[in-house]
C-alpha cells in the first residue's frame, strides 16, 4: 500500500479489523470520533446510527489494545472531536472511497472473488461477526442489541440463513453432547453479555 499521507498505512489495519471485531457498519466506524472511544475501558460509542439507535459496543482486550498503539502513533489528544480515522484534510472518509481502499487490500492479500466475480462486500465483515458470535453461543438478543439491531427478528436471519448453525445445533443437543460442551471464545461470550446486560439503551 502506498502512503498518500504520513498516517494513511496507520489507519486501514485498524479500520479493517476493527470493522469486523466490532461489527460495525462502514458509517459506524467512519463516523467515530476520537471522544466516542472509550481507550481504557474499551468501549465504543456509536451515536445515532441506522434509524437513529444509539449503542456501546465492547471491545475485545486485543482490539482495544490495538487502538491504543493506533492513537499514540495517531498523536491522538484526549477527547478530541476529531475522527478517529481522519482523512487526509482531518475530515471523515466517504463509504465509497474507504469500501475501495478495502477492495484494493483484499486483492493485494490475495483474498479470492466470489462466483459473481467480484471481492465480497465490506458489509460482509458485520455479517461475519454475527454468524461467528450466534455460532460460538451468543444469545440472539446481546447480539441484536451488540449489532444495533432495531428488532430481533433481524438478528435471526443468521440462525435461519446458516446451515452450519442449524447441524452444529441438532449435534450439540444430543443426550452424549449436553455436558462438557466445549464453545470457541467463551470468555469473550461472557465478557460481551455481562457488558450488554449493563449498557443496553
Known amino acids: 500500500m502506498i502512503s498518500r499521507y504520513p498516517t494513511y498505512t496507520f489507519i486501514y489495519p485498524v479500520l479493517v479489523r476493527l470493522l469486523y471485531s466490532c461489527g460495525l457498519r462502514i458509517s459506524e466506524a467512519l463516523t467515530l470520533k476520537c471522544q466516542d472511544v472509550d481507550l481504557a475501558q474499551g468501549i465504543l460509542f456509536i451515536e445515532k446510527s441506522k434509524k437513529g439507535k444509539s449503542r456501546f459496543v465492547p471491545m475485545s482486550h486485543s482490539m482495544a489494545e490495538t487502538c491504543r498503539d493506533y492513537a499514540k502513533r495517531m498523536s491522538f489528544s484526549a477527547n478530541s472531536n476529531g475522527y478517529f480515522f481522519p482523512s487526509s484534510d482531518g475530515g471523515k472518509y466517504t463509504r465509497h472511497s474507504a469500501k475501495s481502499t478495502i477492495q484494493n487490500i483484499y486483492a493485494k492479500a490475495g483474498i479470492s472473488k466470489l462466483p459473481n466475480g467480484r471481492y465480497p462486500r465490506v458489509h460482509d465483515m458485520r455479517h461475519s461477526k454475527a454468524t461467528h458470535l450466534l ?4 444469545n440472539l438478543i446481546y447480539i441484536r442489541d451488540f449489532l444495533g439491531h432495531a428488532s430481533v427478528l433481524t438478528t435471526e436471519r443468521y ?8 447441524r452444529k445445533a ?3 443437543s444430543t443426550a452424549d453432547n449436553m455436558t462438557g460442551i466445549k464453545k470457541y471464545g467463551m470468555e469473550q461470550k461472557k465478557e460481551l453479555t455481562e457488558f450488554l446486560k449493563q449498557y443496553r439503551l
Do not use: H, L, R
Open 159 to 166: 440462525a435461519k440463513t446458516n446451515p452450519e448453525f442449524m
Open 170 to 172: 441438532i449435534e450439540e
Open 135 to 138: 455460532m460460538s453461543g451468543v
